[in-house]
Each structure stands twice: as C-alpha cells, then as structure tokens.
C-alpha cells in the first residue's frame, strides 16, 4: 500500500515562517561589545533574514547549495544568517573563531566559501586569515560594535537593505545542504559535516520533547554555546519554532555578565559548556552571599560537549538550578543521549540521582547506539564491559565533505564510530570512561594531542613527545607535554612554551611539561600512551588563568 500523506519537505524556511507569522512579539535580547543590551522582534529577525535572502541570491549571485561562511559571536545578526542563508538555498559556514588563521584559511578553502558575513570586532581575525586564502570570499561586516566601519568594508546592514516582502524560498528537496561544521581531526585536517534541511528540522524538533530540552513558547533562553559550535545542538532553529526568546551575551561569557542576564530576562532554559557553568557557580556563590538573587526557580542548565562531574549538579541543585546534560558532538548534530531519569529513579536518594545524572544517558529518539570491542564485536549492557561507542541517525553524519569515506570513521554497516569509550548498562544509560581519538577537550575547545606532539618534536632540544590530557578544574582538560631532551641539549619549560606561541592558538598553548628520560613504548615504537595515563593519573593541571 502506498502512503496517502502529501510529501512536504522539511525545511528551516518553515520555521522561520512559522516565527514571522505567529512569534513575531518575541525577541532576541543581546549584549552589545560595550555592554549595552539591545532588542530585536523576531518579526525584525523574519523580515531581516528574507532580506538577507534576497541580497545572497540575487545582488551576491549565490548559487544553490554554496557555502556562506560566519565569524560571529552569538547576535541577532548571526541568528538571521542562521535562517537568511538557507532562505537562498546557501549553506551556513559557522566559522569557529578561536582557531588559528591557517586553521580558519584552510577550512575556508576547503568548504569553497562565497562569501563571509562577519564581525567588526573580529576583523584583525580576517586580516590574518585573507591572505592564507586560495581565493577570497566577498566579505560583509556586520556593525556589531557600533563603530564606524572601516573606509573599504561592506556593511551587513547595506547589504540587506532591499524588499523582500514578496520574496519566495528556493524549491529544495529536504536533503539538500542547510548548514556546516568542521571537527577538529585527531590527525590530518579538520573534516566538515554537513547537515541537511530534514536533518536540521528533525533535530531541532526531537530536542524540543520534555524530557531532552522541553522547550516551549513559555521559555527565555540563554544561549551561550557559541553558535559556531554544531549550530548550538540547534536551539536557535527550536525557539524559532516554538516561539521561545532567545538571549544572546555576545562576546561576554564571564560570570557576572551571565548572571545579570539571567536575572535580567527571567531566563528558563540555558546552554552551555560546564567550563562557563563552573564560572558562573562561583559567581552565585559570591553574589549570594551580597544580596538575593532574583532567579526563575528551576532553571534548566544543559550542558554538553564535555563531562559534567556530580558535584556541579548538586552545587548547581542548591540554587533550584537543574543540570541537564548531552552528550553529543559536532557529527551528531549533536543530540545523541541524555541520562532522562525514570519515576522510580525519581525515588532514590538525591546523590544517586546526581550520580545517573552525571552519566551521559540514553539514546534520543531515533538515534541508536551500541558498544564494540576493537574487533567490531557488540558488546553486552552490563555496566562494565567497554568498547567504543557507535552511533546512528537521521541526524548523523554518514561521511564527511570533500573526503572519501574512512573507514576509521565508519564501521562496515555504516555506523559512525565516535572514538568515545563507553559501558552501558542494563537500563540502557550510557557512561564515557576514555576517549580512544587523540584529543584533549579545554574549556568545549579541542586540542589535537597528535598535532601538539609533532610541534614539540620540532623544537631543535627535543627528542621526542607525547602529549596527554590532565584535568584542570576550570578548563576540564589541559595538555600535559611529557619530553626527552636530546642528549647534551637543555631547554627549558618556558623555552618550549615560547617556541610554541606562534603556531598555536591561545588556549592550545600548554602549561605543563614533564622531562622524562625515556617515554614507554609497545614491541611496535608506539608510544603507550594508557601507561602514561595511568603514571601521572593524580597529575592536576597547574594552570592559574
Ligand atoms: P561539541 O561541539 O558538541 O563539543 P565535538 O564534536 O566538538 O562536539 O565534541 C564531541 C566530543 O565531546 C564527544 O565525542 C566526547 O568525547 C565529548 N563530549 C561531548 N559531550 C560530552 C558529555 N556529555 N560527556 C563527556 N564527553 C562529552
């Protein structure tokens, strides 16, 4: 029998109609670069990101399916690019803007961007990266700051300045490009996902059910996952959806900023790394011991992309604050489990609750996962065996832009294997014990222990390398070099550091070296990398900042 329903297809144009028509009183509320807070109607943000359609397709000449890069920090500006690129049939490019110029330049050159929509305030990044470039994309400044633009900029607001009442959506099939984001490659270059309207409108509506992000027109959320990092697990395209508002800090993610705009617009619902939740508790605990906080009771703090330890849930449980945590990454779009908890867990004493709740959860709807030993073999759900965790979706990538499929990165019936090692127990809660990829995860922001590796060894003085991630109480994680000096060479901590200060970004930099005679290796040379874990297992990031 064939099926009797129409075949729509799903895409962010109906989302954003479906804000114009019905949400258009909500709105963004943002924090400018000097701290001034402004407003934008999402009936403003409707009639903008037409606009902005408008302009890409018909005075930029964007072709269906190009790429349209930003560099932004989480604005209202950046929300209409969110839905103005797709509204051309463009794809999103979200840039992050935290990587190296040579990192920036090549993954510009490799996602063959049009054009760049980007901030006054981060173009010294762009005057860096321009001529690393292949070939240059048209470059618009949003006035984010308000300062005049600089003589030869073109400006986001001109640029927009065209009717677009009568505008009409390119006919698209629902799996067409929306949006893309690079990973960070534990060897090699970073790798871009590309999502798909049917993937992105999926996502962004399962996320919404009650027990993943229970998102509603009832909700103020602040948005401080950058936008860059895979679409912020889609909350803009969900608010836009249910009409919830949105909060937008810009470019001040301390504590105070943080809190002031929660109590300011009576937030309900924030996302973020536990990095800036770390922050923020210690803020709590400073203000509330000077005055009484003005908070919704029951806030909802989701927090992802690295682990959540119990006892910020518990601190965080003391304000009436509830921790809600994903696991996710940037080629799950990056909804993959939440550690929901049942009636009966509703029972046990709260630091059992705290405790299931720190473990990374069970599938979202319509994802599947499974454990597997190296051999590919399942493993059981028992809570102690480990294998790598495998996932699969509408919402996963099934392979990677411009790269032939790898088969480290896909199993033989095309499940996406994360690198992530896990158990999982009988209930089906899934808990991350090891990562099996190279990388050391600072404050939501990777690191490439392979890539650190390498620039180390260069260093005249140096033997050889490795390089391991250490915890660090505000960061997570930090990089800690472990060295041989070449015989009768001497260089110091400082040196090393100093060497490394111009081929890496500011917060890959490490501060923790160990000079060892010798570094473990297997019959192979390879370095053995779980014994050296395991040696400086007690080992604290020393790091002050
Ligand atoms: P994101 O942008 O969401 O951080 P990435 O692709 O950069 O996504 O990172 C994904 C990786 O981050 C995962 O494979 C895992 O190693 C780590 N990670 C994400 N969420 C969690 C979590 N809740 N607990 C522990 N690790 C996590």
């Excluded at 001529?131 to 400044?141: F, S």
Aim: proline letters at 6%; one cysteine or more.
């Amino acid at each position: 029998m064939t099926s009797t329903m129409m075949q729509v297809p799903l895409s962010t144009h109906q989302l954003l109609e479906r804000a114009g028509r019905y949400f258009g009183e909500n709105e963004v509320v943002g924090r400018l670069p000097d701290r001034t807070n402004y407003r934008r109607s999402y009936a403003e943000i409707y009639r903008r990101a037409r606009q902005l359609a408008q302009a890409l397709r018909v005075n930029a000449g964007l072709v269906p399916g190009e790429a349209v890069a930003t560099l932004c920090w989480n604005h209202a500006w950046h929300l209409e690019c969110y839905f103005g690129i797709p509204a051309a049939a463009g794809v999103v490019h979200t840039l992050n803007l935290r990587l190296t110029p040579e990192e920036i330049a090549w993954i510009m050159d490799d996602a063959d961007d049009k054009v760049l929509i980007i901030d006054d305030i981060l173009l010294p990044i762009w005057e860096q990266v321009k001529p690393l470039l292949k070939k240059a994309p048209r470059v618009i400044v949003i006035p984010f700051s308000g300062a005049a633009l600089p003589g030869d900029a073109e400006s986001y607001e001109e640029f927009i300045a065209v009717d677009a009442s009568s505008y009409v959506y390119p006919v698209q099939d629902e799996n067409e490009a929306v949006a893309m984001c690079y990973t960070s490659g534990t060897t090699g270059r970073p790798k871009g996902v590309v999502y798909s309207h049917r993937s992105m409108v999926l996502h962004a509506t399962a996320a919404c059910i009650p027990d993943l992000f229970s998102l509603s027109r009832r909700d103020r959320i602040l948005l401080v996952t950058p936008m860059f990092h895979a679409n912020a697990w889609s909350v803009p395209f969900s608010a836009l959806m249910v009409g919830a508002d949105l909060i937008l800090p810009g470019p001040h993610l301390g504590g105070a900023d943080l809190l002031s705009l929660m109590e300011e617009n009576q937030i309900t619902f924030a996302v973020g790394v536990p990095t800036i939740w770390t922050m923020l508790y210690q803020t709590l605990e400073e203000t509330s011991r000077q005055r009484e906080l003005n908070l919704v009771k029951g806030i909802r703090m989701l927090v992802g992309g690295a682990a959540v330890a119990q006892a910020l849930i518990a601190n965080f449980a003391k304000y009436d604050m509830y921790i809600v945590q994903g696991w996710g990454m940037t080629e799950t779009s990056p909804l993959g489990a939440v550690p929901i908890l049942t009636p009966r867990h509703a029972e046990l004493p709260l630091d059992e609750q705290y405790a299931l709740r720190s473990m990374q959860g069970i599938a979202a709807p319509f994802v599947d996962m499974r454990i597997a030993d190296e051999d590919g073999v399942a493993q059981p759900w028992d809570g102690k065996a480990v294998g790598e965790l495998q996932v699969r979706g509408p919402w996963i990538t099934g392979g990677y832009h411009n790269t032939p499929t790898d088969p480290g990165k896909f199993t033989a019936d095309g499940w996406l294997r994360t690198g992530d090692l896990a158990t999982i127990n009988a209930e089906g809660y899934m808990r991350l014990v090891d990562r099996s990829k190279d990388l050391i995860k600072s404050g939501g922001e990777w690191i490439s222990s392979v890539h650190l590796e390498s620039l180390v060894m260069a260093h005249p003085a140096v033997l050889e390398a490795a390089v391991i991630a250490i915890p660090h109480p505000k960061w997570d994680e930090r990089p800690l070099v472990i060295a041989v000096r070449r015989p009768g060479m001497s260089v110091t901590d400082a040196e090393l550091r100093e060497f490394l200060r111009p081929k890496l970004a500011r917060f890959q930099l490490p501060d923790d070296f160990e000079w060892v005679d010798a570094i473990p290796k297997a019959g192979t040379g390879k370095i053995i990398k779980a014994k050296l874990r395991e040696h400086y297992r007690d080992r604290q990031s020393g790091t002050t900042a």
